[in-house]
């Protein structure tokens, strides 16, 4: 049985929060933060908790959170199993240290390692044969918003990314909705705004797959989120979690956005 908090009355999901961590973190200072994270959210039962640091503390990492109910997760793999591939890290290389989640398609990915919604869809595939939970991200640009092709932008990115997935890995993917314009500056989308785009997305998951898997996958919200706009993001009746950048280095503010959402 899912516990169920006085917000979440009305949701069927489960919610579930990933911190980021980016390329953040000496194996030194992810034990810090991974040490205060379980004694602070031991109690929480009600949201799914996940931790992303960088390739190098993952196994440390992993010894720590054993026996806790944080899980861990990638920030990115190869769509490849093993090989000629220098620099990259293969899904059973992750499985090693016990990793549940692998965030793909991550805004920066998409940016800097011009990474296609093609590629990300092999990597999803890649994932689930490895019994990993892909995170995959999607959003618009300012641009993109402000010319009216949010919803165009989305559309071509589930699609795309999510590409050639059955229903049954599609229940088990997490799609993290993050408007590139709201990464790591400040502003977060209204509540309106992140709501009526994780609806949108649901709708287009429905066409794609079916109603029961459109209502089954949880959607998360990405882009500033910090502890004083949790409640109110994660009330909004399509929103199930987050994935939270910046404010997840920190003990304090990862903690009281956890708090916060229940
Ligand atoms: C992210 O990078 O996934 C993110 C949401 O970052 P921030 O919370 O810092 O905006």
């Given at each position: 049985m899912q516990e169920e908090s006085p917000i979440h009355m009305n949701k069927d999901r489960k919610l579930i929060i990933a911190g980021n961590?980016?390329?953040?973190?000496t194996v030194a200072e992810a034990l810090d933060l991974v040490n205060g994270l379980k004694r602070e959210l031991a109690?929480?039962?009600?949201v799914d908790l996940v931790v992303c640091p960088p390739f190098t503390a993952l196994s440390e990492v992993s010894k720590v959170i054993l026996d806790s109910n944080l899980r861990l997760g990638a920030q990115n793999m190869s769509?490849?199993?093993?090989?000629?591939?220098?620099g990259e890290i293969a899904a059973a290389m992750l499985k090693e240290f016990s990793v549940r989640f692998v965030i793909l398609g991550h805004s920066e990915r998409r940016q800097?390692?011009?990474?296609?919604d093609e590629l990300i869809a092999r990597k999803a595939l890649a994932a689930h044969a490895a019994a990993l939970k892909p995170i995959v991200c999607i959003g618009e640009t300012l641009a993109e918003r402000e010319s009216g092709r949010t919803e165009k932008v989305l559309e071509t990115q589930v699609r795309g990314s999510l590409a050639g997935l059955s229903t049954a890995q599609m229940e088990e993917t997490i799609l993290a909705y993050e408007p590139v314009w709201a990464i790591g500056t400040g502003k977060t989308a209204t509540t309106e705004q992140a709501q009526s785009a994780h609806a949108f997305i649901r709708k287009v998951l429905a066409t794609i797959f079916n109603e029961t898997v459109a209502k089954r996958v949880r959607i998360q919200y990405g882009g500033s989120v910090k502890a004083a706009n949790a409640r109110e993001l994660m009330s909004?009746?399509?929103?199930?979690?987050a994935l939270v950048?910046?404010?997840?280095?920190?003990l304090r503010s990862f903690s009281d956005i956890v708090k916060n959402s229940i």
């Open positions: 961590w980016k390329m953040n973190k109690p929480i039962k009600e769509e490849h199993n093993f090989g000629a591939f220098t800097y390692q011009k990474e296609s909004q009746p399509d929103v199930d979690g950048g910046g404010a997840s280095l920190e």
